[in-house]
């Protein structure tokens, strides 16, 4: 079981929280957003604590500023303000769309390789990666700098057949195209609420958190604000945690 600690280089305190847990062993992984304030101390942090060669790509559509000048102009991914605000809409994208995505995609796993980060594993910012059609124009970068590993669609929680279905299909996909992938993904708190028998479902696991700090300075997950490390702790004393590969 992998557990994957997003949004690394967002913030400060977001940074804080993701070496916390990294450095005391529970967490595997992060992926980092490298067009956000906090990246750069999230790579000196990442070299600091000898973890960069477990640090993936959060590869970021939604927020914050973008890393290439073309896209900014992309009202289908930027405000007025050439600030990120795409929504994982839309399955038709205009030839300018393709070029934009696929050069702000190529800058941001670049730049985490130019500071030393792995970057072979990716991630998206509010998933927008598992809109397939998104996918297609992220994949030629994926693809350019040997990123060997996707996140696939969240699948710990029951869904309705059609959208199950969907989800089994981007994940066949991304196998298709030579992309590995966990057999389970899904939030701590959707992993945790599983019967004991689907908790121990043979296969491989990602479990996705969000580390930050209550206002008390307590470790919790920034979206869900459950207890990180209580529930992080029960985790491996039931099951082995191995960084993703």
Not at 136 to 163: C, I
């Amino acid at each position: 079981m992998s557990v994957n600690a997003d949004d690394f280089g967002r913030s400060d305190t977001v940074n804080r929280a993701i070496v916390e847990c990294m450095a005391s062993g529970l967490a595997t992984n992060t992926t980092a957003m490298a067009n956000m304030p906090g990246f750069d101390e999230a790579c000196e942090l990442a070299q600091q604590h000898k973890f960069a060669h477990r640090v993936g790509v959060h590869l970021n559509l939604s927020e914050g500023v973008p890393l290439t000048n073309g896209i900014k102009r992309n009202r289908r991914f930027c405000d007025a303000d050439g600030r990120f605000s795409y929504q994982r809409k839309g399955v038709l994208f205009s030839s300018v769309d393709r070029e934009c995505v696929a050069r702000e995609a190529k800058a941001q796993i670049a730049r985490c390789r130019q500071h030393g980060l792995a970057a072979t594993h990716a991630d998206s910012h509010r998933h927008v990666h598992t809109n397939l059609a998104l996918f297609r124009l992220l994949e030629p970068a994926l693809k350019g700098f040997n990123v060997r590993r996707v996140r696939t669609s969240a699948n710990l929680h029951r869904v309705d057949p059609l959208r199950g279905a969907y989800k089994l299909g981007f994940t066949k996909y991304l196998s298709w195209k030579g992309f590995a992938v966990t057999d389970h993904f899904g939030d701590l708190s959707a992993f945790l609420a599983l019967s004991p028998a689907e908790a121990h479902t043979p296969g491989t696991y990602e479990i996705m958190i969000h580390p930050g700090y209550s206002e008390t300075g307590e470790l919790i997950d920034a979206i869900n604000g459950y207890h990180t490390r209580s529930m992080l702790e029960r985790l491996a004393h039931d099951f082995a945690f191995t960084p993703l590969s």
